[in-house]
């Protein structure tokens, strides 16, 4: 059964350093998305990316952060200047049709700022 | 805006007892609504949803919810707990034409023996 995969599974870095997330959605998806899950608290909403564009971002999505389609599989989240608030876990997820079909969700990226 | 309130963060239920996961939401165009489940260190995986037609919508492992316009819900149940199915719950919501999943604030479910 096709996946979407993410890596690494878990990175720790230092405040201040460059971090990029990667992921691979589901081959025949078109919408692509990064959530973000503080440990024990709520699932947040990042980014959404159709046609190699960003659809929407919340408000936590400044300019701190960026994603990028670099070919036709990748989808990547990269985080300038880490915060150590910027600890979480971060799941990308992709879906075929927007918003009324269901979200394929990676097993996720644990990030630890020290 | 739409937003999502899951009644309680932790439920405890007995095995072969009712699980009843409480969610209200707010939306001011029609909602789309789903639950997801999440494992210990897994990532979110849906359990069922709601779009247009039927209110009452079955999912798997024995779950089901009710979308009731005039309360605002979307009550995720099971008429019997299994060990298996302790876990996190979320409650999500989004709507035609926008671009994002906006999920609740979770509701881990405790499932004693």
């Known amino acids: 059964e096709p996946e979407v995969t993410q890596t690494p599974s878990h990175q720790v870095t230092q405040m201040g350093q460059e971090v990029i997330l990667r992921c691979v959605p589901i081959s025949n998806h078109l919408y692509f998305y990064w959530y973000r899950q503080i440990l024990g608290q709520k699932v947040e909403f990042l980014v959404s990316?159709?046609?190699?564009?960003?659809?929407?971002k919340s408000e936590i999505f400044d300019d701190q952060f960026s994603v990028e389609r670099p070919d036709g599989s990748n989808f990547t989240l990269k985080i300038r200047s880490t915060k150590l608030e910027d600890s979480a876990m971060y799941f990308c997820?992709?879906?075929?049709?927007?918003?009324?079909?269901?979200?394929?969700f990676g097993e996720g990226s644990r990030l630890t700022v020290l | 805006a739409q937003s999502v309130t899951q009644l309680g963060s932790h439920v405890s239920v007995s095995e072969g007892a009712l699980v009843l996961l409480r969610c209200n939401y707010s939306s001011s165009v029609p909602p789309y609504l789903f639950w997801y489940v999440q494992y210990p260190n897994q990532g979110l995986q849906l359990l069922l949803k709601?779009?247009?037609?039927?209110?009452l919508v079955k999912g798997i492992n024995g779950f089901e919810a009710e979308f009731k316009k005039s309360e605002t819900s979307f009550h995720l149940t099971k008429p019997s707990a299994h060990m298996s199915d302790a876990a996190e719950y979320f409650c999500?919501?989004?709507?035609?034409?926008?671009?994002?999943?906006?999920f609740g604030a979770g509701t881990r479910l405790f499932v004693k023996a």
């Open positions: 999500a919501v989004s709507y035609t034409g926008g671009f994002k999943t906006i």
């Open positions: 997820a992709s879906t075929r049709t927007s918003n009324t079909g269901e979200l394929f």
């Open positions: 990316f159709y046609n190699n564009e960003i659809s929407e």
């Open positions: 709601y779009t247009t037609g039927a209110t």
